[in-house]
């Protein structure tokens, strides 16, 4: 199959793009550059096609659009990136639902022979609260930030489901990778043997290793009874707490600081905060009853993995 994606050069994107093409696909990646010398390996590089779009002036190589079988959709300007003004989330929310429709809107008029459409979404569509529940893929979305970004980037995902094509939206926990992510940010602090608890350390850390979410979104293309909505989540629940005290115990360091407080990081990171001190569970059962098979279903495997290499 020729897999498009959009957001190839992220943490996913160039993993993602590693695995199709071990795999036997081929993969082509929309960019607002053709330029490829820093987005993947000069191995990679020569077997990936490069397309250039221009969201803001809904402009997208029709090529692109043309050869594709299926479109992983990637691309969205980093929550954790700037502190979040109004312009901010603004721009956050207009690179998912924008980029969204320009694709829907060439997808009409070049290709109505699409077999799939599949994008990222966040578990932060849940809400970014912290409770016992264990939230499912049925449950509704929250009322913050995070959850109406997630609310209006699945809705225009759908639009693609009424032109009857397959549409299938990942809902991303924290994605595990050494050299980028959230898991690198808390590496520095625990290496220096400083590490600590996030607020109360009790809310949820949903998580996935990087191989795990690449690997789900390639059982997406090539199980096509999959349809629908499905959490990106490890089946290992861990707290903030649990997760900080699991890396330093792999790292082979102490962990005896007091937890940084909420107000601290509020001061830091304003209203965006919220990502670091809330977080419930999330069901990985959905997924699980696809077939789909874990090779890190528990946190000190995959840390284990991403940290002694």
């Known amino acids: ?111 109505s022979n699409l077999k799939g459409f599949i994008s990222s979404s966040a578990v932060g569509y849940y809400g970014m609260v912290t409770k016992d529940k264990v939230f499912e893929e049925t449950d509704k979305p929250g009322v913050d930030f995070l959850a109406k970004v997630c609310e209006k980037w699945e809705n225009t995902a759908l639009k693609f489901k009424q032109l009857n094509i397959r549409t299938i ?28 608890g996030l607020g109360t350390g009790k809310q949820a850390m949903p998580w996935i290793h990087l191989e795990d979410i690449c690997n789900l979104y390639v059982k997406a293309i090539e199980d096509t009874e999959m349809n629908g909505v499905y959490n990106g989540v490890a089946p290992e629940q861990v707290t903030n707490q649990e997760f900080s005290k699991t890396v330093a115990k792999v790292l082979k360091k102490p962990f005896w600081f007091p937890n940084v407080p909420a107000f601290a990081l509020k001061l830091l990171m304003g209203e965006q905060a919220i990502i670091a001190l809330e977080g419930s569970p999330i069901s990985s059962k959905k997924t699980e009853a696809t077939g789909f098979k874990y090779k890190y279903r528990n946190l000190k495997d995959a840390l284990e993995d991403l940290l002694k290499k």
């Open 169 to 196: 939206i990942i809902r991303t926990g924290v994605v595990l990778d050494k050299n980028d992510g959230a898991l690198a940010k808390l590496l520095s602090p625990i290496k220096l043997g400083i590490g600590s």
């Open 1 to 111: 199959m020729n897999i498009l994606i959009t957001g190839g050069t992220g943490l996913i994107g160039k993993k993602l793009t590693e695995t199709l093409l071990r795999k036997g696909h081929s993969a082509s990646i929309l960019s607002r550059s053709k330029n490829t010398s820093t987005k993947h390996s000069n191995q990679e590089d020569s077997k990936v096609t490069y397309f250039t779009w221009d969201i803001s002036n809904k402009k997208i190589e029709t090529e692109a659009i043309q050869k594709a079988d299926y479109i992983i959709h990637l691309a969205g300007a980093n929550v954790g990136e700037g502190r979040w003004t109004d312009k901010r989330k603004k721009e956050i929310i207009d690179s998912r639902v924008q980029s969204g429709n320009l694709l829907l809107d060439a997808v009409k008029e070049h290709n």
